[in-house]
Each structure stands twice: as structure tokens, then as C-alpha cells.
């Protein structure tokens, strides 16, 4: 089991930046690929914003977030980041933190129903 804690959420105005940090309990997840996850006000399906493999070989970004956004990993603090430039209004949404129960994976899914731990989310508002 691994229990993830995000962290770094916050109310930013349009333009500006932040730095989400995710947390995990336990050694495992160094060997196991991570993403980032967004649900926004009264969506219906966590929506795929990035994600990196265990060695950080692998990175993937939504094409929404290609260019404003930065994944990476620090697995000797078993811990994720996610920075996001360039924030805009509807980037405003509940941010979560996912981990894949498969070890040494070489790719990263960026389907939400392949991630099986997950934090309690972040909130993240943009303000015009």
C-alpha cells in the first residue's frame, strides 16, 4: 500500500505559477511510475496532465499542458513535482497525485483507471 499526499495548491492569478509536491509513504514508489491528475468543478473524469516513469525516462504531458508544465521526481524523497507556468482560469481544478502498482514500467499510461494509488488532491484557482 502507498499512501501519496499532495501538496503546493493554492489561489494564483492568471499568468502566475505554481509548484505542486506529492509525497509517498513508502520505498515502492521509487520503482513505480507517477502522473498528475485534474478534476475540475463538476467534471465527471480525472483528466490526464502529466506523468513519469520510475527513472524519469519516460515523461508525458496532456497537449493542454505541453510547454507550461514540468514533471519530475526525486526518488530518493520517494516524492513528485509538478511545476505549472503560464496558469490560466480554466486550469482551475482539484490536482491529484497518482501512483502505478506495476514496478520498472519503461512507459507512462495516462489513463486514470491504470493508476492505482492516489492522493486527496490539491486545489489549484486561477483567477482572470
Known amino acids: 500500500q502507498v499512501e501519496l499526499i499532495e501538496s503546493g495548491g493554492g489561489l494564483v492569478q492568471a499568468g502566475g505559477s505554481l509548484r505542486l509536491s506529492c509525497a509517498a509513504s513508502?520505498?515502492?514508489?521509487?520503482?513505480?511510475?507517477a502522473g498528475w491528475f485534474r478534476q475540475a468543478p463538476g467534471g465527471q473524469e480525472r483528466e490526464f496532465v502529466a506523468g513519469i516513469n520510475w527513472n524519469g525516462a519516460s515523461i508525458v504531458y496532456a497537449d493542454s499542458f505541453e510547454g507550461r508544465g514540468t514533471i519530475s521526481r526525486d526518488n530518493a524523497k520517494n516524492a513528485v513535482y509538478l511545476q505549472m507556468d503560464g496558469l490560466k482560469p480554466e486550469d482551475t481544478a482539484e490536482y491529484y497525485c497518482a501512483a502505478d502498482s506495476r514496478a520498472f514500467r519503461a512507459e507512462v499510461s495516462t489513463a486514470h483507471d491504470e493508476y492505482k494509488y492516489w492522493g486527496p488532491g490539491t486545489q489549484v484557482t486561477v483567477s482572470s
Open positions: 513508502t520505498n515502492t514508489f521509487m520503482i513505480s511510475s
